[in-house]
C-alpha cells in the first residue's frame, strides 16, 4: 500500500526536488550559449552593428559603413507573412462550421423533437428534426464565433503573432506560450437604488502571449519540442510584481514572503548575452551606469515544464493521485532560488507543454531554427565589404593626394592649408631649386568594378535560396552597374525592346 509522505519527508523532498531542478536549469542554460551568441550576431546583423573582433581588424581610418541588408530582408519576409495570414477589411483567417450531419445530446435532441411535434402538431419527419439540428448547430457555430473572436481581440492576438513571426524569420525560432486560462478581476457599472456603483468579480479567460527566445530554454538533447523532457522558462520581475504572485491561490504565498525576506535587494544576475544586448542599446553607458542599481531591484524565477516522480510532486503540496506516486507525471512547477513557490500537476491534456515554436528554417541538428539574419550571414558580409571598399576608392579619388618637400619650405609655411590662388615660398639654392616643393597625385577611380561587388552580392540571398526572389526589395544601381562585369558570372539584366 502507497503512504502519502509525511510533512517532513516532504519538506525535504521539496527541497531536494528544487535543488535539482535547479541544476538542471543551470546545465541546459550552459548547453544554450554557443547558440546565444549566434543569436546576437543575427541581431547585430539586423541593427547594422559590427561585432566586436570585426571591428578591432577594420582600419580606424577607413569607411566603416554598414548596409542594413537584413533588415529590409526580415521586415519583408514578415510583412508578407501577416499578410498572407491576416486578411485586409476586417476578415478572419479562421472560420466555425457545423458538420454535414451534427452530433447533439440526446436531451438536446429530444427537446428539439418535442418543440417540432407542438410546432406542427403531428410527429415531425426525419429530415425536418435533421434541418432543426442543422439550424441549431449553425446558431451554435455563430455564437461560438463571436465569442472567440472577443477572446482573441482581448488577447492581442494579431499583435502576438507579428511578434512570434519576426522572431521566427530574424533567429529562426519564434515561440508562443497558451492557450493558457488566467483568472481575472472584470469591472463593471451596476444600478441601485442608490445610484450607480462600480462592481468587480473574478472571471476565467483564455490567453497567450509572445514569449522571447531568450527566456526560453529547453531540453538541449532534443531535436524538437514534441521530443523534449522539459522546458524552462525565466522570469525576471520586480518586487511588486512578485508580490502580486503571493496574492494567487495557486502560488506559495508563504514561499514567497521567504524569498522576499531572504533577498529584499533581489537576486537576479545578469547574464553574459544580456550585458552584450545591453551593449547593443543606444545608450550603453546609461545603462552600465544604472546596471547594479537595476539588478538590486530584480527577482529571477524559474518556470519549469516536465516530468516528475509523482510523490515528490505531492510533497510540494500538488494534489496527486495516490496511484501515480512511483510514475513520472507531468508537472509545472515554479521557483525562486532554491525554493518552490508553486507545483502543480499540468492542468494540459493531449499537449505536452503550451509552447509552440515557428520555424523560419528547421535545423535538423538542434531544437531551435535558423533565421534570416544566419543565412544571409555571408552575403551581409560581402555585401558591406564591397560598400567599404567602394567609399574608400570614392574617398580616395575624390582629392589630389600632395607629397611635400619639407625641406624646401621656410619656416611657418603649413602645406596644410590649402586656399584658392595661394602664393608658395619656397627655399633651395643650386640643383634644389629644380626640384618642386609640392607634386600633386590623382589617384584613378575605379567606379565599375567597385559597383560589380555589391550587384553580386546583393544577389546572393536569392542564390542561396533563402527565401523567393520576390521577396526581394528592389535596390537602386547606378547607370554604369548593369555594364560592370559581375566577378562572379551574374546573368545580367535583359533589356526590353518595344516594337510598335
Known sequence: MTHPPTRQKGKEASKNLAASLHDKFNATRTARRTIEQRWLDDLRQYKGKYAPNVLQRLHPKRSKAFVRLTRSKVRTADARLMDLLFPGNGQSNWSIDPTPIPELAPARQGEIITDLTERLGHAPKSAEIDSACQELAEDACAAMTNLMRDQLAESRYREVIRDVIHSGNLYGTGILKGPMVERRIARQWTETSRGWHLTSRPVLRPYLEFVPVWDVFPDMEAREPARARFIFQRHVMSRYDL?????????DEQAIRDHLRDHPQGNCTPSSYERDLASMGDTPE?????????DAQRHELIEFWGFVPGRDLAACGAQVDEALYDEDVPATIWLAENRIIKAAASPLTGVRWPYYFYYFDKDETSIFGEGLA????????????SIRALLDNAAIAAGPQIEVNQDLLPAGEDPSDLYPFRVWLR???GAESQSPALRVFTLPATPRNSW???????NAPTKSRAFPALWLPSWTRPPTAPSAACPCSCPRPRSRSRTR
Open 427 to 429: 627655399s633651395g639654392p
Open 243 to 251: 508580490e502580486r504572485l503571493a496574492d494567487r491561490t495557486d502560488f
Open 374 to 385: 544566419s543565412i544571409m550571414h555571408d552575403a551581409q558580409q560581402l555585401f558591406n565589404a
Open 452 to 458: 560589380a561587388w555589391p550587384a553580386c552580392s546583393r
Open 286 to 294: 546609461r545603462h552600465d551606469a544604472t546596471r547594479s542599481t537595476d
